[in-house]
């Protein structure tokens, strides 16, 4: 099945303590992205990237890093997280030519 | 840059009576634009997308929708509205091939009453 996954689904954490959430796609995508959603905001992207190895910044992009070492995974990672990154982020991959995103089931991140 | 506007941020309707959820769009080049849905404690799925072929565009469940350039809108509709519907609704918009940046509205939540 054609999917994208993401892990945890359910995360609670301490401020500052560094944390990786996993995506991968199964779908040989070139792009993949990642979205916080917020209540009232919508979906914010906060990184994207368009191959292995290329990487971009989204409308939000503070506090949070990526890489793209295989086609196929793109974590997103929060060194020191803080409260204001509770959040709801999604990962999402398209493959090139106005297809749309297909989105991952989303883990939720409590940060206290 | 691109920006998305959607009118209403909840919209309530009798089953079996016209969904109508509005989106307008800003961008400096033709866009692509897409409409996902999201249920509780799920992920986005796409429900319809623009690029450019028909204006008029038909997606899943029922639902199309019509992107009109002299009044950049690109609204949802569904002419018999369910209860499976309830949902939230959101409409995207992109001007590189829809694969890049994907810019969101805020979202409208749909209520269907009985």
């Known amino acids: 099945e054609a999917q994208v996954t993401q892990n945890p689904r359910y995360l609670i954490t301490v401020t500052g303590k560094k944390l990786t959430v996993t995506c991968s796609q199964n779908?040989?995508?070139?792009?993949m992205s990642w979205y916080r959603q917020d209540p009232g905001l919508g979906l914010r992207q906060i990184y994207y990237?368009?191959?292995?190895?290329?990487?971009d910044k989204g409308d939000v992009p503070e506090g949070y890093k990526v890489s793209r070492k295989e086609k196929r995974n793109f974590p997103l990672i929060l060194e020191s997280p803080s409260p204001n990154q509770t959040s709801l982020y999604f990962c999402?991959?398209?493959?090139?030519?106005?297809?749309?995103?297909?989105f991952g089931s989303g883990t939720r991140l409590t940060v206290v | 840059a691109q920006s998305v506007t959607q009118l209403g941020s909840h919209v309530s309707v009798s089953e079996g009576a016209l969904v109508l959820l509005r989106c307008n769009y800003s961008?400096?080049?033709?866009?692509?634009l897409f409409w996902y849905v999201q249920y509780p404690n799920q992920g986005l799925q796409l429900l319809l997308k623009?690029?450019?072929?028909?204006?008029l565009v038909k997606g899943i469940n029922g639902f199309e929708a019509e992107f009109k350039k002299s009044e950049t809108s690109f609204h949802l509709t569904k002419p018999s509205a369910h209860m499976s519907d309830a949902a939230e609704y959101f409409c995207?918009?992109?001007?590189?091939?829809?694969?890049?940046?994907?810019?969101f509205g805020k979202g409208t939540k749909l209520t269907v009453n009985p």
């Open positions: 995207a918009v992109s001007d590189r091939g829809g694969s890049e940046k994907l810019v």
């Open positions: 999402a991959s398209s493959s090139v030519g106005g297809a749309g995103y297909t």
């Open positions: 961008s400096s080049v033709p866009p692509y």
């Open positions: 990237s368009m191959n292995v190895e290329v990487t």
């Open positions: 623009y690029t450019s072929a028909a204006t």
């Open positions: 779908m040989n995508h070139e792009y």
